[in-house]
């Protein structure tokens, strides 16, 4: 699979292209979708399924380091919220200048204070899933390509090993596509 074949599959889904579109108008600093909604949508495209089974939410990134505030941020997730209240789909929105203020909280461990969105994408815990598309410009961010995305192979990202909560996330995969690989 290359970045052609990549943009070809993430379009299938009609979800994805119209998230594309009336994001890219928002204005929203290095905003990206990212994670589930592409490379589930290559799972299910090479799987046969219809390219939205299978996709819990649709994630948004973008980057304000402005204004660290909750309000903030929520004031951005209902703007997003009024933009697609017309799409079948739960949206989840998140500004990665702070998500080093409550990732303790939820998931027990300590998280880095990021510089950009796309050091967000980095971290996701299962290495194929770092993918995501800057709503603004079209670019496809994929920092380790996407031969393993195809291939089904699910590894631990060496840029945020933590094991059991990849383990975790690796299983929740291949109960909807059993044909993914875990490779350790």
Known sequence: MD???FRAAVAANPLNTALLDRLGTM???????????????????????????GIKDY????????????DAEDQVIQRVNSVVRDLPIKVEVKNQARVHLWYRDR???????????????DLYLVRCTCVGIDVHTGDLY?????????AGILK???????????????ETYRQRWPW???SH
């Not at 994630?59 to 909750?70: C, G, Q, V």
């Open 59 to 70: 994630d948004i990134f973008y980057f304000d380091d402005e204004d660290l505030s909750w």
């Open 3 to 5: 970045a052609s074949d």
């Open 27 to 53: 204005g929203l600093a290095q905003c990206h979708l990212v994670a589930g909604c592409l490379f589930q949508t290559v799972w299910n495209r090479i799987s046969g399924n219809a390219p939205d089974w």
């Open 142 to 150: 994929a920092p380790d390509g996407f031969h393993d995305l195809a």
């Open 107 to 121: 998931f027990k461990s300590d998280y880095p204070q990021l510089t950009s969105t796309r050091a967000g994408i």
């Open 156 to 170: 631990i990202n060496p840029r945020n090993p933590k094991p059991d909560l990849f383990q975790q996330k690796a």
């Open 180 to 182: 993914l690989k875990i």
